[in-house]
């Protein structure tokens, strides 16, 4: 029953894995055709790009992790391990921060709101997702830090008396677990900011149409309603693959249940995967890439 369990579940990592990068590969290389063509590529467009290449490298990550722990435990070596970590703090950092600058893009193009320090972010739109995006080095420089000292500690824990390893090996999974959440915890937050923000600029231009005569059928609110669907799935698949890594980092400090382990990878290539589908549906360009390239794919398969 076990051995069938994981296999249903290896089977899912697999597919899951495939079907984000064909997402995050047809993002990137739609853009960068367009970006060929045209000689210059769009604020969200360049975000979008970079965004698909971080979840490209995620996803390899998280499956490497996956054989590693799961099927092949000698390969994951301390030099491995190091490196993989290391790979999925960067691949993660960038993933998640580039998905709320995306957030905040949307906010401040479609909101509407009268405030004169919103109207001056506004208009410096590209300065401040730039801004976004090196402010959150910050967070990488500290958690980077924090996993260079989590390893050189690790380094010696089979030195000294048995009370001291137990009491190093608590501390370490303590520090990592409380890293981890701060430096997660807050782009979440912002990104919930975001929905709210938009919610109430869509509140407010839902009044002013209606005192207004003309109805709740505009493209501004179809704008509205988009963005916020892109950012509410951005929020629930983060949460899930939030969970899921506090699972996963709690399970292989006392379980080490491989069932658990890669049940946690599904949950985790879940966000990586199926968000990038929400964005491809939620940007026009994307939608009528992916519709005709189904077009097309559906002939092929007919003709053959």
Known sequence: MKSS???????LVIAEFFLGNFAN??????????????????CADGILTALAVSRIGLLWVILLNSYATVFNPAFYTL???????????????????????????????????????????????????LMVLVGSLVFLVC?????????????????GNITWVNKLQHILR??????????????????????????????KHLKKMQLSGKGSQDASIKVHVRAMQTVISFILF????FLARMASMWNSNTLEDN???????????????????????????????ILSFLSQLKCWLKMN
């Open 5 to 11: 369990l994981l296999s249903i579940l290896s089977i």
């Open 25 to 42: 590969v047809f993002i990137a290389l739609v853009n960068v055709i367009d970006w060929v063509k045209k000689k210059k590529l769009s």
């Open 79 to 129: 030099e491995v391990r190091t490196i993989v970590y290391t790979a999925w703090v960067v691949s993660n950092h960038f993933s998640l921060w580039l998905t709320v600058s995306l957030s905040i893009f949307y906010l401040l193009k479609i909101a509407n709101f009268s405030s004169l320090f919103f109207l001056h972010l506004k208009w410096k739109a590209r300065r401040v997702v």
């Open 143 to 159: 958690h980077l830090a924090d996993v260079s000292l989590k390893l050189k500690m690790g380094k010696n824990d089979n030195e």
């Open 174 to 203: 303590l520090s990592d677990m409380t890293v981890f959440t701060i430096v997660q915890i807050t782009p979440f937050a912002m990104s919930l900011m975001t929905l709210l923000l938009l919610l109430s600029s869509l509140w």
């Open 238 to 241: 983060y949460f899930i693959y």
């Open 259 to 289: 069932s658990v382990a890669i049940f946690c990878r599904v949950l985790e290539l879940l966000y990586c995967s199926f968000h990038s589908f929400v964005l491809i549906w939620g940007n026009k360009k994307l939608r009528q890439g």
